[in-house]
């Protein structure tokens, strides 16, 4: 009997001293040691933000040339005053249409002026519509203080458009018809169509840089169907003149159009990217987007 409760007493006591041992580990594991105590979880690096939006520019490429001919340009808007060009004469009345052209050097806000010359203005209209400006149209003829030439397209598989016959001019023709009341016959802003004789408009236009006495005088291609509006004659100021004459050939153009070794050649010439008919608002403005 002692041997029995001995052994029973024994029992009991490898019971307690395991039942000491679990708890022991028990509380080990859920409380952490001093000086190893766990590393705080890891913050996530917060987004990048955006730049603000009057920084952003949005780079603007003809699909027929390569993207390392493409320029950024700072997305500006059109905007459509009433005109305030001095004319020489009361130009003839009449419906108007607006196009904002997209150049890269900023918006050009032209009125065309279907009254002014019908088939210049509708010709204009239909080069719009066709998408014919959105390949690229180089400003190939730019000469300081007198005008801009362009019309050719940088993409050489563009539409072919026959000639048109010749507008009736509204404007005094002849050396006395050059300056009238202080005011010169062709100012700054007008658009005419380049030509070489009767008959001979085609998809060349001009526009005047400056004031002009001459142009108009006499020519048939010159009669004006249009003119540059608002804040955008300021971009005429700012095309680069520097080729002058000696700009890229027509013949060049015409065959290849503005390829990469012309732009090499060229670097400094300008473009006009797009042009689009626009609807202005009650405060005759139109942001320059599609």
Request: net charge positive; glycine share 8%; hydrophobic share 35%.
């Amino acid at each position: 009997l002692s041997m029995r409760a001995s052994a029973a007493a024994l029992c009991m006591l490898s019971l307690a001293f395991a039942l000491g041992s679990l708890v022991a580990f028990w509380r080990h594991s859920e409380v952490p040691q001093k000086g190893r105590e766990a590393p705080p979880p890891a913050r996530a690096s917060p987004p990048k933000s955006a730049p603000p939006k009057s920084a952003q520019t949005k780079t603007i490429s003809s699909p027929t040339v390569s993207s390392s001919s493409s320029r950024n340009v700072t997305r500006r808007s059109c905007s459509f005053p009433p005109s305030t060009t001095p004319h020489m004469v009361p130009p003839p009345a009449g419906p108007e249409v607006r196009v904002c052209c997209e150049t890269t050097k900023g918006p050009l806000s032209i009125v065309a002026q279907p009254n002014w010359a019908p088939l210049g203005a509708r010709r204009f209209l239909e080069l719009v519509d066709d998408g014919y400006f959105d390949a690229g149209v180089p400003l190939m003829r730019c000469i300081r203080n007198f005008i801009c030439q362009f019309g050719i397209s940088a993409d050489p598989r563009r539409k072919r458009y026959p000639p048109l016959k010749d507008d009736p001019n509204w404007l005094p023709e002849g050396p006395k018809g050059r300056v009238l009341n202080g005011r010169k016959r062709f100012p700054k802003g007008y658009l005419a169509y380049a030509g070489a004789g009767h008959h001979s408009r085609g998809v060349q236009l001009i526009v005047a840089l400056a004031d002009n006495e001459r142009l108009a005088g006499g020519s048939p291609w010159e009669v004006p169907w249009g003119e540059v509006v608002g804040p955008s004659l300021s971009t005429l100021g700012e095309i680069y003149t520097g080729y002058g004459d000696k700009g890229p050939s027509q013949s060049d153009l015409s065959r290849r159009g503005f390829d990469d070794q012309l732009r090499h050649q060229f670097p400094n010439l300008d473009s006009i990217l797009s042009c689009f008919r626009v609807v202005v608002d009650d405060n005759r403005t139109i942001a320059a987007a599609r």
